[in-house]
């Protein structure tokens, strides 16, 4: 029976191949493409009911993303414009010199990709996580898009350094993209080398990782690789550039499609081909709308809109500052992606800016809402291509919502992390307060928040019941601590239920005690550079539990003040 409806699913694909383009938003081509679904979904739950122990018994789904319109040009070669497609096949550039696996996500690989982690121990797995081995089911691919950088229209930029190698339907139905990154050349590689080196990848492997378990929504890292090939990169852009060693990181999206994947096709004016991605994405990825509704653009932008303005509520609530906001790193799906040159607070500064080359911190930490709906509107003058005068209108409308959207979002995290429960007026100007004094004295954004979860807020004035708490202190040195105080007990009043051990509980749950501190990644880094992989493991361990206390976590001395040599650090674009 499997064989049979595999077989029918090729043959469908096929034919809808064949038909593709024109016909997309029809009925009968939406009929088609559900049955197509089901019978994907047939196919992949009689193949994977248990952890695939070996490559070779584990397969992409049929590609459906070869539906969508593919560069006639198989060649690859760099610096040319592709016209008129979404994606141009071509195939990652081996590494010449020996693979070693640096770390794998076990949760990825279990409950994503239904891979038992004991498939890391074949030497199959390390040459598909470099892109050496290609699988027979695989269609690699590049993505063409293009996006605002730094706030200018930066044209066509495209994956440069990564491939998409196909899509895979889990054990469980979910769909995911699997994409090497730092695989070699595309057609999209302008001035690049399509590489990545070791210190880029281990930040991106453990930065989305850990990001997922601070309950961010991120794309994940199922494995991570690293070798010898020599990589040059000018890492300080101060004229010296160095060899690094190479690094491939196998990461996982529900989608790669960006804002900057609609925006290269209206600018460029490919509508049909802007339809086509579009009805596509709506029909793969946004399940609630109705993919022949009229409206169903607005109801996109609708849903794009409060998921990424959710998204950076969440990152401003873990202290995340991405570095490179540009609309081309930013997923139709408001997952973060694209992990570069990004930081979490220490000491609490708004204008906090993790990337060395933004010298204008246009993308500083206290910048992110702002800049999120700026970078929304871009998507909505992309996606008003596609619509009538009116509903251009109703488009702009919302936009102008955005602002009172993400202010209600950040409330909501902020509440949160003080551990308040209901919507209060003045709950976001009580947050304020707060990061005022953080910002007046210095204090680390992270231990600030868990600390003043830990101690009776009836006590907190006094020097013995804080002595211990370093983050603390530091806060408790602002000339209005005390008015702060009073401020917060008046607002906690105003919820008879809410006990004073309840807000320490709940203050506990949402204030992360583990981020990846540039100090801590750094460290890691250090050592896998002689490849000694132990610090990464163990970040990734801990990072994997970033709420609750851990005598190793402690040991290594991540919740105390960061070192000196901290302040030091640089994080470029160069990666
Ligand atoms: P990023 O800043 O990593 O999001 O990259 C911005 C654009 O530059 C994307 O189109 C990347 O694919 C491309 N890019 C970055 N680094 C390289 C590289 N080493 N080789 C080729 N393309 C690159
Ligand atoms: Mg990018």
């Known amino acids: 029976m499997a064989i049979i409806l595999k077989n029918l699913s090729i043959v469908i694909y096929m034919l809808h191949s064949f038909v593709s383009a024109q016909i997309f938003t ?79 996500s076990k949760d990825a690989l279990i409950n994503i990709l239904d891979m038992d982690p004991s498939i890391t121990e074949s030497e199959d797995f390390t040459e598909f996580v470099s892109g050496n081995l290609v699988l027979s089911s695989s269609v690699p691919l590049a993505h063409r898009y293009g996006g605002h950088q730094f706030g200018t229209w930066a044209m066509q930029l495209g994956d440069g350094r990564a491939h998409l190698l196909g899509e895979y339907i889990n054990n469980k139905g979910e769909h995911w993209e699997l994409q090497l990154k730092g695989s070699g050349m595309t057609p999209y590689s302008r001035d690049g080398d399509g590489r990545a080196v070791l210190r880029s990848s281990i930040r991106e492997f453990l930065c989305s990782e850990a990001m997922h378990y601070l309950g961010v929504p991120t794309s994940r890292a199922a494995a991570l690789v690293v070798s010898n090939d020599p990589v040059l990169r000018d890492q300080f852009y101060n004229g010296f550039p160095e060899l690094e060693k190479a690094a ?18 209206a600018r460029q004016g490919e509508v049909t081909t802007l339809k086509i991605l579009t009805d596509f994405i709506i029909q793969e990825h946004f399940p609630s709308i109705n993919p022949l509704d009229e409206d169903r653009y607005l109801q996109m932008f609708d849903e794009v809109s409060h998921k990424t303005l959710q998204l950076v509520a969440q990152w401003q609530g873990v202290g995340f500052t991405h570095g490179v906001l540009n609309t081309d790193n930013m997923s139709l799906l408001s997952v973060t992606i694209d992990y570069g040159p990004f930081g979490y607070l220490d000491a609490y500064h708004e204008r906090y800016i993790p990337n ?95 600390q003043l979860g830990e101690v009776q807020l009836e006590h907190i004035l006094e020097p013995e019941h804080t002595k211990e708490k370093w983050a603390l202190e530091t806060l408790k040195k602002a000339k209005t601590f005390q008015t702060f105080i009073e401020a917060y007990k008046k607002r906690i009043a105003l919820e008879p239920e809410l006990t004073e051990s309840k807000r320490q509980a709940l203050m506990k749950a949402n204030n992360p005690r583990y981020v990846l501190r540039q100090w801590m990644a750094q460290s890691a880094i250090k050592k ?29 001395s991540y919740s105390s003040p960061p070192p000196c040599w901290a302040r030091h650090i640089k994080v470029s674009c160069s990666s």
């Not at 896998?528 to 190793?552: G, H, I, M, R």
């Open 26 to 104: 029809t009925l009968k081509h939406t009929h088609l493409i559900r049955n197509y679904t089901n019978l994907i979904m047939e196919d992949s739950k009689s193949q994977c009911d248990v952890l695939k122990k070996s490559l070779s018994e584990w397969s992409f789904s049929t590609p459906k993303l070869l539906l969508l319109p593919i560069d006639k040009v198989e060649s690859n070669y760099i610096r040319r414009n592709v016209i008129g497609a979404v994606f141009s096949k071509v195939s990652p550039t081996p590494l010449k010199h020996k693979i070693s696996l640096v770390s794998y």
């Open 528 to 556: 896998a550079e002689n490849y000694d992989f132990s610090e990464v493991n163990l970040l990734l361990k801990v990072l994997q539990t970033p709420f609750s206390y851990q005598e190793e976590a402690e040991e290594m």
């Open 248 to 265: 491939v990181v196998l990461r996982l999206a529900p989608t790669w499609f960006r804002f900057g994947s609609l925006e290269l096709l």
């Open 356 to 450: 060395n080359s933004d010298k204008e911190g246009r993308y500083c930490y206290g910048r992110q809402p702002e800049i999120v709906i700026w970078n929304l509107e871009k998507l909505a003058r992309a996606l008003s291509v596609l619509l009538n005068q009116e509903r251009t209108g109703q488009l702009m409308e919302m936009v102008k919502n955005l602002q009172k959207h993400a202010n209600d979002k950040l409330s909501v995290v902020f509440r949160k992390k003080l551990g308040l429960t209901t919507d209060q007026p003045g709950d976001l100007q009580l947050t304020q307060q707060l990061l005022n004094l953080m910002q007046e004295t210095s204090t680390d954004f992270t231990m600030g928040f868990c």
